[in-house]
């Protein structure tokens, strides 16, 4: 009995941990997802990684010399490591549901940290919050009626974000 207990205490926080980690929200899934249906046909892809990133940040620090907004937009890009764009709009019907029904499965497993709608458009913003750090993971721009899904691969602090929302 008492081997059973001990076993019981070892594999239940394991568990319990295993499954919290496949119900986040994750690069991979999300690139998982991507990578499946690039190949459809009215599917287009960009993905910008580490260097191209780099080099828009470059630039934008070059713009930023004389104006203040373009400064506080680069420290917005700060922790961002790449950007993907995903657009299925010219998709087959069946493609678009079928894609739509994989992201919204996906996108459930991460927090919504703003929604906006204007009409019937809708657009959200989907990340995963560290609650002891304050940092936004991956975060996600998700249009479903416009088929369309910016994915921002990095980490920033919520309390920048917050700061830019309430100064606009």
Do not use: W
């Not at 690069?27 to 260097?51: M, N, P, Q, T, Y």
């Not at 780099?54 to 700060?78: F, P, T």
């Not at 961002?80 to 010219?90: A, L, P």
């Not at 996600?140 to 309390?159: R, S, T």
């Amino acid at each position: 009995m008492k081997r059973f207990l001990l076993l019981l205490a070892i594999l239940v926080p394991i568990v319990s941990q295993a499954a919290s980690a496949t119900d986040k929200l994750t690069k991979s899934r999300i690139k998982a997802c991507i990578s499946d249906f690039s190949s459809c046909e009215g599917v287009e892809v960009v993905h910008l990684g580490r260097f191209a990133t780099g080099a828009i940040k470059g630039a934008a620090s070059v713009a930023a010399l004389g104006d203040s907004d373009v400064r506080e937009a680069l420290g917005l890009m700060k922790g961002i490591k790449s950007i993907s764009i995903f657009d299925y709009g010219s998709c087959s019907e069946a493609d678009k549901e079928a894609i739509a029904a994989r992201l919204d499965g996906i996108l459930t497993h991460g927090e919504v940290l703003m929604e906006a709608k204007d009409g019937d458009d809708k657009v959200k913003i989907i990340g995963v919050i560290d609650d002891k750090s304050g940092v936004i993971h991956d975060y996600v721009l998700y249009a479903p009626n416009d088929c369309a899904l910016i994915c921002i691969f990095g980490n920033k602090q919520n309390e920048k974000l917050v700061h830019i929302v309430d100064n606009d």
